[in-house]
């Protein structure tokens, strides 16, 4: 499968799949490991610089599914770091590639 192929087959599956139970769901499974092998495919050429990972929800679906390209030497977490986030509408009426830049703030204390 590529990349267009794994985003499609989210699209059109998730909404009945979260009719059935969360765990081990088929399509749950997927997104959480089998489709991230094409991402990791399209990235091969960097090594570990890029780490890969997909989300259907924790202990139950999540409303927004999604795949993230996390940029392992500049990013610490969701919250300090570059990523790119192939991020589904609730209604699967469409992928959306977000790029993130979250950093953090440095504090400064003087010891006047």
């Known amino acids: ?9 989210v699209l059109h599956d998730y909404q009945q799949a ?3 139970k969360f765990k081990n769901n088929i399509l749950a499974n997927k997104i959480r490991s089998n ?14 610089r ?4 997909g ?3 924790i202990g139950q679906w999540a409303d927004c599914p999604w795949f993230g390209i996390f ?5 610490e977490s969701a919250q300090h770091g570059y990523y790119i986030v192939y991020l589904f509408d609730s209604k699967m009426n469409g992928v959306y590639p977000v790029s993130y830049t979250h950093l953090r703030a440095h504090e400064t204390v003087l010891d006047l």
Not at 1 to 9: G, S
Not at 35 to 48: A, I, P, V
Not at 50 to 53: C, V
């Open 18 to 20: 979260r009719t059935y």
């Open 55 to 57: 989300s259907p929800g």
């Open 35 to 48: 489709h991230l092998e094409c991402f990791k495919y399209l990235l091969r050429n960097y090594g570990d």
């Open 1 to 9: 499968m590529n990349i267009r192929e794994v985003l499609l087959e």
């Open 71 to 75: 940029d392992t030497i500049k990013t």
């Open 50 to 53: 890029y780490s890969i990972q």
